[in-house]
């Protein structure tokens, strides 16, 4: 079973989705289940986890709402406060809903260069373990050294790096990320995503060896049972198709044995997220 490991959904308003500038004109739209059903089908995906673009609880409601009527969302990584006095409310709130598997913070966007050693975020990460839901990590290679020591403090709770923490894949710079990478997955209980890569290339020029170095040290690093796809879909169309991004680590992968292909195809991402449904 193949499963995309990292998609998000929206309805598009200028104002909810600043980030996406003149630049992203492609996704300056809605995308939603019935959109990516078809991209599922053609790259023979057969289901994703989405994954919450803003940071409010209505978000996570209106995921969980998309899952509940779509097979093909397996998982939902939502966002909620973890840094309130009221986050066990709002975890309490969604425990019903068996396909919220994980929770997202965007730590990237904080000014607060060490916002994960925060005492009130660490105590909402502890509370996050009392409901087995597992965390994303969204930064960037600066915030590598912090990450490592944030996940330090929870050797019992899962973590997942998104996007490879975002290498410098277009200025080709990589000792510095790939030490911190490292350093990062010297901790069992940390897997990684190997998402968002086409859009850290340049757009229009990118080839699969540019990215190719940075994969070399995500396998290195974490191994295969530690490593799952994604497409970042749909920011991933800023610089590729659904099925091109996909093919990046499809084909590094083709000649591994088969079970280690499977691995970061679809099975790492299954028993990370201990998913129940497949379709």
């Not at 998402?195 to 020029?205: D, I």
Request: net charge neutral; proline share 6%.
């Amino acid at each position: 079973m193949h499963i995309d490991a990292h998609q998000h959904f929206w309805i598009y308003h200028p104002q909810e989705y600043e980030w996406i500038d003149g630049f992203m004109g492609v996704i300056r739209r809605n995308f939603l289940p019935e959109d990516l059903e078809p991209e599922l089908q053609r790259g023979d995906v057969q289901g994703s986890v989405a994954v919450q673009a803003r940071q409010t609880l209505a978000e996570t409601r209106w995921l969980l709402g998309l899952a509940e009527q779509s097979p093909k969302i397996l998982g939902v990584v939502g966002w909620v406060d973890l840094c309130s006095a009221k986050l066990r409310s709002q975890l309490q709130e969604f425990a019903k809903y068996p396909k919220l598997v994980g929770v997202r913070h965007m730590v990237q966007t904080e000014p607060d260069e060490r916002f994960l050693l925060r005492a009130d975020f660490l105590r909402g990460i502890s509370t996050l373990e009392e409901f087995d839901l597992a965390y994303d990590i969204l930064i960037y290679p600066k915030h590598l050294p912090v990450a490592a020591e944030f996940v330090g403090r929870f050797p019992k709770h899962r973590f997942v790096l998104d996007h490879l923490a975002k290498p410098p894949i277009k200025s080709g710079e990589i000792e510095a990320w790939a030490l911190g990478i490292r350093r990062l997955a010297d901790f069992p209980n940390v897997w990684c995503k190997l998402s968002g890569l086409v859009t850290e290339a340049h757009w229009q020029r990118w080839t699969p060896q540019d990215i190719r170095p940075y994969l070399e040290v995500a396998f290195e690093a974490f191994g295969t049972e530690r490593l799952m796809i994604g497409s970042d879909w749909p920011v991933c169309l800023v610089a590729s198709s659904y099925g091109r991004t996909l093919d990046v680590v499809r084909n590094y992968v083709q000649n591994l044995p088969a079970n280690a292909r499977e691995a970061v195809l679809g099975a790492n991402a299954r028993r990370f997220w201990r998913l129940k449904t497949a379709t």
